[in-house]
């Protein structure tokens, strides 16, 4: 039997979300069934709510920052069991063939992922197309896309992590950021206060770079221990050649220029805010140093589990703001704002006592 779950969605790319009743496929052998208990707000899920990349099919039901604990599993499962805390990130399939997905890197399969809200629905079992997320009561997913959290960590804290911190974690760990490097973490969001958290545990010094005098102070409560301000000239050509490897989270197309010159020779800055196009690039930048500007994109299941485990032995959870579903909206045009620190995560508890269901 297919499973009745209450979430919300929106109905197009101008409606606000609201209550929405529909089923989840009959569990396979390799799934397990989780009670969703917290789920983050990330911009993304704004975007394709909003149909403002140009892809989103509705009815749309966001969500892929997801925490809950194990309903139940099928007899194939055999990591999991009813009760485990787990998460389920931005993924929720891949072919599992293609030399990435063999790798680990199933963020980067060949023949495209399956994402965990909009993405095309290849095993089916429901009446819908498209694969619905975590904005819900239950989800069910493959074993493989099913991660383990660690029971020291706060599950609501931990939710923006399946996103917000596996896309700083991937890059800072790829590149090998270590204790002695001075690393720069660009723009304090949603990213970057996860990028300042994590090259702090892994012993680098960390400089938040921001437009904003205001962040300075909570970039350093999060670990930072300077501050530059991109709008201070002198500032900013004092510092130049000085960095080891720079994390970009700006979420705009931007003039990237300004920033490359930070970088020693043969250093690395990561782009993983942006999916707009770059507003300057000059390549005597990247000539002359032998500098280098790479892109980031989330991470693998196996790195994605690293990362979690980082977590739990640093006691690293995002920094939150905590909301019942009924104001998901309001939370939507505030993210837009800017005005929250520094992830909205739904309680989805309150999804208990909503009323006016939307069947």
């Not at 979300?17 to 009959?26: A, G, I, Q, Y």
């Not at 975007?47 to 194939?76: C, D, L, M, Q």
């Not at 197309?129 to 959290?149: C, M, Q, W």
């Not at 545990?201 to 991109?230: C, F, Q």
């Amino acid at each position: 039997m297919s499973i009745h779950v209450h979430g919300y969605a929106n109905h197009s790319a101008t409606d606000k979300l609201v209550p929405f009743t529909f089923e989840r496929r009959d569990p396979r052998g390799q799934d397990v069934v989780i009670d969703i208990k917290y789920c983050g707000v990330c911009h993304s899920d704004i975007h394709f709510a909003r149909n403002e990349w140009g892809w989103t099919t509705y009815p749309f039901v966001p969500g892929h920052e997801i925490i809950g604990r194990v309903k139940s599993v099928g007899n194939k499962v055999s990591k999991f069991k009813a009760g485990d805390l787990v998460g389920v990130g931005c993924m929720v399939d891949s072919c599992r063939h293609c030399a990435s997905c063999e790798e680990g890197l199933e963020q980067y399969c060949e023949n495209g992922f399956t994402g965990t809200y909009g993405g095309d629905d290849k095993i089916g079992g429901t009446q819908y197309p498209k694969t619905f997320g975590g904005y819900s009561n239950i989800i069910t997913a493959d074993e493989h896309f099913v991660l383990r959290v660690p029971e020291n960590l706060d599950p609501a804290g931990a939710a923006p992590l399946l996103c917000a911190g596996i896309t700083t974690y991937s890059p800072l760990n790829h590149w090998k950021v270590s204790a002695g490097q001075k690393v720069g973490i660009i723009g304090l969001g949603g990213l970057g206060h996860m990028g300042v958290k994590f090259a702090h545990a892994m012993g680098a010094h960390v400089v938040m770079i921001t437009t904003s005098p205001e962040k300075g102070a909570d970039a350093k409560k999060l670990g930072a221990n300077e501050v530059l301000i991109s709008k201070d000239a002198k500032a900013m050509e004092a510092a130049q050649n000085k960095f080891d490897f720079l994390l970009n989270t700006i979420p705009v197309g931007h003039d990237v220029d300004p920033y490359m010159l930070l970088l020693k020779r043969d250093a690395v800055m990561v782009v993983v805010g942006s999916v707009e196009p770059l507003k300057k690039v000059d390549g005597i930048n990247f000539i002359f140093k032998r500098r280098s500007m790479a892109g980031s994109l989330i991470g693998g299941i196996p790195e994605t589990q690293e990362m979690l485990d980082f977590c739990g032995k640093h006691d690293i959870t995002c920094e939150i703001e905590k909301i019942a579903i009924k104001d998901i909206n309001t939370a939507y045009d505030r993210t837009v704002k800017g005005d929250v620190k520094y992830r909205f995560v739904i309680d989805m508890a309150s999804l208990k006592t909503y009323t006016n269901r939307k069947e």
